[in-house]
């Protein structure tokens, strides 16, 4: 078997990389990926081989039963939390973790409607813009999920908080909250369209999406 790179490989990470690069990493590790799988799937074949190499390499391994250690679990196990990787100026991708209690709790109740994202503008101040904000919904089962950002708040700056929070009944309750982050700034005064330029925003896909404003919209029902 083919040495595993010296890559961290775990289902965060790899939920954290772009279809292209998981068939890149197989290639790596020697796998035949078939033309058009899922990535779910690529995930499962690349997770399965690394743990299937880490078992053979441990197996090796010489342990002295006269000597154990007590490992603490780490002070965060077991938490509600909520973190943001930016990728580049137009897509961040999310990922979360629900503490188990909590999950059941709600999960169990009569009114549980699902688990949301809330994705908040801020002021320069800080200021949470709560009418400009969205929500995503999500599933229960997700773990991880990429936004996109095509058009940033006017009154945003850019700057934003991801509230993770549970639907119960007619009301979102709060779950965990990110630290407030800053979307990279490209030029300033242009339209998103404009900026093909830069190669960052080349690399987010931006000119592969069809972005319909409010005046397009508006235009269409006035021709209907």
């Given at each position: 078997?083919?040495?595993?790179?010296?890559?961290?490989?775990?289902?965060?990470?790899?939920?954290?990389?772009?279809?292209?690069?998981?068939?890149?990493?197989?290639?790596?590790?020697?796998?035949?990926?078939?033309?058009?799988?899922?990535?779910?799937?690529?995930?499962?074949?690349?997770?399965?081989?690394s743990?299937?190499g880490?078992?053979?390499?441990?197996d090796d391994?010489?342990?002295?039963?006269?000597?154990?250690?007590?490992?603490?679990?780490?002070?965060?196990?077991?938490?509600?939390?909520?973190?943001?990787?930016?990728?580049?100026?137009?897509?961040?991708?999310?990922?979360?973790?629900?503490?188990?209690?909590?999950?059941?709790?709600?999960?169990?109740?009569?009114?549980?409607?699902?688990?949301?994202?809330?994705?908040?503008?801020?002021?320069?101040?800080?200021?949470?813009?709560?009418?400009?904000?969205?929500?995503?919904?999500?599933?229960?089962?997700?773990?991880?999920?990429?936004?996109?950002?095509?058009?940033?708040?006017?009154?945003?700056?850019?700057?934003?908080?991801?509230?993770?929070?549970?639907?119960?009944?007619?009301?979102?309750l709060?779950?965990?909250?990110?630290?407030?982050?800053?979307?990279?700034k490209?030029?300033?005064?242009?339209?998103?369209?404009?900026?093909?330029?830069?190669?960052?925003?080349?690399?987010?896909?931006?000119?592969?999406?069809?972005?319909?404003?409010?005046?397009?919209?508006?235009s269409?029902?006035?021709?209907?």
């Amino acid at each position: 078997m083919d040495e595993i790179p010296d890559i961290p490989v775990s289902r965060t990470r790899l939920e954290s990389l772009s279809t292209a690069e998981l068939i890149k990493l197989a290639d790596s590790f020697g796998i035949d990926i078939p033309h058009g799988l899922e990535r779910i799937f690529i995930i499962e074949e690349l997770l399965e081989y690394s743990n299937t190499g880490i078992q053979e390499k441990t197996d090796d391994l010489e342990i002295n039963p006269d000597y154990t250690e007590t490992v603490a679990l780490p002070k965060q196990y077991n938490i509600s939390y909520i973190e943001v990787i930016i990728r580049d100026p137009l897509w961040v991708f999310v990922y979360w973790e629900i503490k188990v209690h909590d999950r059941e709790m709600h999960e169990h109740a009569d009114d549980f409607k699902g688990y949301c994202l809330r994705v908040v503008p801020l002021s320069e101040k800080n200021t949470e813009l709560i009418d400009a904000s969205l929500t995503v919904p999500i599933n229960a089962y997700d773990t991880a999920r990429y936004l996109g950002f095509a058009e940033h708040s006017s009154k945003s700056h850019g700057r934003y908080i991801i509230k993770l929070a549970v639907m119960r009944g007619n009301s979102e309750l709060p779950v965990a909250e990110s630290l407030p982050f800053c979307l990279p700034k490209l030029i300033e005064n242009e339209e998103i369209n404009a900026m093909k330029e830069n190669p960052l925003f080349r690399f987010s896909g931006v000119q592969d999406l069809s972005i319909i404003k409010n005046t397009d919209r508006q235009s269409k029902i006035k021709r209907q």
